[in-house]
């Protein structure tokens, strides 16, 4: 065979495996004016779109949204919640938006709580699950005894999935944790509540109300710090989920007085209280 014939069957061999070899790895190949054609990529998911009139609503929770001492002295007062209530005064979250509502919270319940109170909720298909959990978990006898950051971020993260797994389009307004230490600052100047205060009520932020040494500021700064912790843990989570929307810390930096803590244990929220955590809430919900 002529020598060119032999180099010209060559090339065309070479140039085959090439084109073959390029196509069996997944390869981009060069376009007819030289430039390499992008491989299609699937497009994102599209963010669900925010229903600002969810047609009920569930809540989840302490004695906050159970509406403890909102009423009578040391009684649930569920028709004053700020989530499902139907006092007048408060109009809640439920009466503002106009849609029926059940109240899953239990006075005292902790963050660990919260996954079975979810699982509750969940089976009522909800369009919206309120949450308002952490004041127990920083409230304890002793700051050594409040909850674990990363207890309370693995049960938070439960009680999510014990959502998701039964009611996956169920939106969720998440509130930050009140601000305790300013709890302390506002409830101090009154004669009653210090004195309530002395029967036990959280003792990790509350007690010796009146001391302002060393230990005592520090002890307070701990539970401060850790309620901190808890709205970081609260925030990042909800962000996690494309369906959840956290307060953005409005319940905590809200500048509470007097008139928002209950006569009976200047700790938990007066009707102005739950009326003022109704508005907050209403306020993130339908933007």
């Keep these: 065979m002529p020598a060119i014939r032999v180099r010209s069957a060559v ?19 060069p376009s007819e004016g030289g430039a390499r054609r992008a491989s299609p990529r699937p497009s994102p ?31 649930d007062c569920p028709e004053a919640s700020w989530a499902t209530g139907t006092d007048a005064q408060v109009r809640s979250l439920a009466a503002r938006l106009g849609t029926p509502g059940w109240n899953f919270a239990r006075s005292g319940a902790r963050m660990a709580e919260l996954p079975g109170q979810m699982a509750r909720a969940a089976a009522r298909k909800p369009g919206l699950v309120t ?46 944790v009140p601000d305790l230490k300013r709890l302390w600052s506002e409830g101090r100047g009154n004669p009653l509540g210090k004195q309530i205060w002395k029967l036990g009520l959280c003792r990790s932020m509350l007690a010796d109300a009146d001391d302002l040494g060393t230990s005592a ?20 989570v909800c962000a996690k989920d494309a369906r959840c929307r ?20 200047w700790f938990h929220p007066s009707r102005n209280g739950q009326e003022r955590l109704a508005e907050i809430a209403y306020r993130v919900v339908t933007a």
Excluded at 246 to 265: I, N
């Design 246 to 265: 956290y307060d953005g810390g409005a319940v905590f930096s809200y500048r509470f007085t007097g008139e928002q803590l209950s006569p009976w244990d």
């Design 131 to 176: 949450v308002m959990a952490g004041a127990n978990d920083a409230c304890r006898d002793s700051a050594r005894l409040m909850t674990p950051v990363a207890d309370f971020r693995a049960s938070f993260e439960r009680a999510m999935r014990e959502l998701r797994e039964v009611s996956p389009t169920t939106q969720v307004y998440v509130s930050s």
């Design 217 to 236: 500021e520090q002890r307070r700064a701990r539970v401060d710090e850790r309620v901190r912790a808890y709205n970081t843990v609260l925030r990042d």
């Design 45 to 75: 998911s599209p963010t669900p779109v925010w229903d600002r009139s969810p047609a009920s609503v569930a809540a989840v929770g302490d004695s906050i949204t159970r509406g403890l001492n909102a009423c009578v002295v040391l009684a």
């Design 11 to 29: 090339a065309m061999w070479v140039t085959a495996v090439a084109v073959a070899a390029a196509a069996l790895s997944g390869c981009d190949t």
